[in-house]
């Protein structure tokens, strides 16, 4: 190439310089600018609403909810499942767990006869040994010798019967012990599959084990609340029950900003319902793997928690559930 041609080349790169240089110093600008985080308040303390294994389905609708943000006591209702065929699993599991009592009743009846029966001979047989063995101890010289013998067999029968009638005993007492041996574990795996059946049917009504607010939970696919009316699989979160005195803050950071949001950083948190309300927070946690949030973008985001300055969460006006936005306030200041 000619020196003009150098010359010419380079004067396109000023130019190219000149225009860009205000456009990157723009960018560099946004991108140095402090990220805003958003998110939701949450409580440390709650109590987890899933939809528990039943059998016979792996999904249920959920029939009825308690409201949302409506304070709850212990044993009051939170959700309420439909039963699908539990109810009549249960009442046939039941009708079946009588008739096999009865069976075994009847049949423990019929053993005890034949048991009372078979007694009843070695007694009788006993008997007969008994008398047999006083007559045959009279001496032969007492007697002749054909009655003497006659006296001997029917000693030896009346022994050989006794040990008959013996043996027989116990028979019915062995047959006895394992037909009731079966017949046991039959009505114990029978009234098993009955309260299983009765657990599973209790738990499609779902109660509050401690006093809280009622937040209902997203959809881990969608992001959308779930509402009553809905069918969801088992292990779902439908709701949590939370401790207003327990609360955190915990929020969804673009990939491109969790660099500068590592624990220790100081925020000032704002709710969406309370514009007038700071509380200023500090990150205590932040995820190692970002996940999808297809609603907002197509980026990764980290989750981040934070917790309130010396526990204050705006005099008790933040509650469970509402949306929040923060923005970076600086560091922790040193002790």
Not at 198 to 209: F, P
Request: charged share 25%; net charge negative; with cysteine.
């Amino acid at each position: 190439m000619n020196p003009s041609g150098h010359r010419a080349t380079a004067r396109c790169l000023q130019r190219l310089l000149v225009y860009c240089l205000p456009a990157l110093c723009f960018v560099q600008s946004v991108q140095a600018g402090p990220p805003f985080l958003t998110g939701k308040i949450e409580d440390t303390d709650a109590q987890i609403v899933e939809i528990p294994r039943l059998p016979g389905a792996w999904q249920r609708q959920v029939e009825w909810m308690a409201p949302e943000g409506e304070s709850v006591e212990p044993g009051d209702l939170l959700v309420r499942l439909d039963p699908g065929t539990l109810i009549e699993r249960e009442e046939k599991q039941r009708t079946d767990l009588e008739a096999l009592r009865l069976e075994a009743k009847r049949k423990q009846a019929e053993r005890d006869i034949a048991l009372f029966d078979a007694d009843t001979e070695v007694i009788r047989a006993e008997s007969a040994v008994r008398l047999a063995a006083i007559d045959a101890a009279v001496p032969v010289t007492a007697t002749n010798r054909l009655e003497h013998e006659r006296a001997q067999l029917v000693f030896a029968t009346a022994t050989q019967a006794l040990a008959r009638t013996n043996t027989e005993l116990a028979a019915r007492r062995e047959e006895d012990s394992g037909a009731g041996e079966v017949m046991r574990q039959r009505l114990e795996k029978a009234d098993y599959e009955w309260q299983r059946l009765r657990a599973a049917l209790a738990s499609t009504e779902i109660r509050a084990e401690r006093g809280g607010i009622m937040i209902y939970a997203e959809h881990p696919y969608t992001g959308k609340k779930i509402f009553p009316g809905e069918t969801h699989e088992t292990r779902t979160t439908l709701a949590r029950v939370a401790n207003p005195a327990q609360l955190q803050f915990r929020f969804w950071v673009h990939e491109a900003d969790i660099t500068i949001l590592e624990p220790g950083v100081r925020l000032l948190v704002r709710a969406d319902a309370l514009p007038g309300l700071a509380v200023p927070a500090i990150i205590n946690w932040s995820s190692k793997q970002a996940g999808a949030r297809d609603e907002w973008s197509q980026g990764g985001y980290f989750e981040v928690t934070a917790q309130p300055e010396n526990g204050s969460m705006a005099g008790g006006e933040f509650m469970p559930g509402m949306s929040v936005m923060a923005a970076v306030a600086g560091p922790v200041p040193g002790p």
